[in-house]
């Protein structure tokens, strides 16, 4: 009897022969290759930017780099990174520059301006502050997502972020006090949450079929290009030379794991998972960067209270992610 598409295998034991046949499962092995590249993309990106919040603390500190100009600068070593790996792909994305390769440059430039926004924003709202608005970015992704018909939204997944919106602000409960003059800086904060959001639906919407590398590198190139444009509007701040050791080597750091590693993951977790799925990194951040905060600066102390809120933040990650829309097949 014969197989169709199967493999022979001999088995040699002794003087006797086994002869078994067994149907290959290629698409199986796909998925599961699949599936795990998608598991370690999300995990990486997730571990780095939980310790870039800490990096960019250290790049900026006193004696270090002016604010806006170690953003941009932190670009501009990412795009010297990445340049002659994405320059392979570049004549292919050049046959679709009407349309995935400027939708790339737009979002960059719409990182740019998240990046300008929560950095002037942080200069008077505290950083705890910060997380936990973006922290609604998940609901944010969800109204946008919906809006655009972009893809179809569970209530489980709503219910989830909101679950994990919760456990963020009880984390950071003791310190999420504002003043009247900081309103301002909470818009500002949030307009980046909503930027955030929106280069997202973009990747999801225009770009999803670039060459990762080279998709990479034109989103880091317009978002570096963006940023020395803001910095240059609010008056150049010059670099401190030599170069401080400490926040250099964070700037390194930011740029080549922080954007380059990160942002080449990220889109390609664009490409296999849905806009939700992919918003809930915001999540799993502030955690992580609790815990490199606690392990790095002494002044750091967990409470009942942050427990409770890492386990609440936690759980609503599952049901986010567990919680998907069923698909309706005609």
């Excluded at 698409?27 to 571990?47: F, P």
């Excluded at 600068?73 to 340049?83: E, K, N, P, Q």
């Excluded at 489980?156 to 003043?179: C, E, H, K």
Aim: proline fraction near 5%; charge should be positive.
């Amino acid at each position: 009897m014969r197989v169709a598409d199967s493999r022979r295998i001999t088995l040699t034991r002794g003087t006797g022969v086994l002869e078994g046949i067994i149907p290959p499962v290629p698409e199986l092995s796909v998925n599961i290759r699949v599936r795990a590249k998608v598991v370690g993309a999300y995990l990486l990106c997730a571990i780095v930017w939980g310790t870039t919040w800490f990096a960019i603390r250290v790049s900026i500190a006193p004696g270090g780099f002016p604010t806006y100009e170690a953003a941009a600068l932190r670009f501009s070593v990412a795009v010297a990174i990445i340049a002659p790996l994405g320059l392979a792909g570049l004549p292919r994305l050049k046959q679709q520059l009407g349309t995935q390769l400027w939708w790339l440059c737009a979002a960059g430039l719409i990182n740019a301006a998240g990046y300008g926004l929560v950095y002037k924003g942080e200069e008077s709202v505290p950083g705890s502050v910060a997380a936990v608005l973006f922290g609604s970015l998940p609901l944010v992704t969800a109204i946008c997502a919906a809006a655009t018909r972009t893809e179809p939204v569970s209530p489980g997944q709503v219910g989830g972020a909101l679950i994990a919106l919760g456990g963020i602000t009880t984390i950071f409960w003791d310190r999420l006090g504002i003043s009247v003059h900081q309103a301002v800086g909470v818009v500002l904060v949030f307009g980046a949450v909503v930027a955030n959001a929106a280069y997202l639906l973009v990747f999801k919407r225009k770009a999803r079929d670039a060459h990762s590398i080279t998709a990479t590198g034109v989103f880091l190139a317009a978002t570096c290009a963006g940023l020395w444009l803001f910095s240059l509007t609010r008056g150049w701040q010059p670099l401190p030379w030599p170069l401080p050791v400490r926040p250099a080597l964070a700037i390194l750091y930011l740029s080549a794991v922080g954007s380059v590693v990160a942002f080449v993951c990220y889109l390609y977790l664009v490409k296999h998972v849905s806009v939700m799925t992919v918003s809930t990194l915001v999540i799993v951040e502030p955690v992580i960067a609790l815990v490199v905060d606690r392990i790095w600066e002494h002044g750091v102390r967990f409470t009942r209270l942050t427990y409770a809120g890492a386990a609440i933040t936690l759980a609503g990650l599952l049901i986010s992610l567990l919680l998907k829309p069923t698909h309706v097949q005609s």
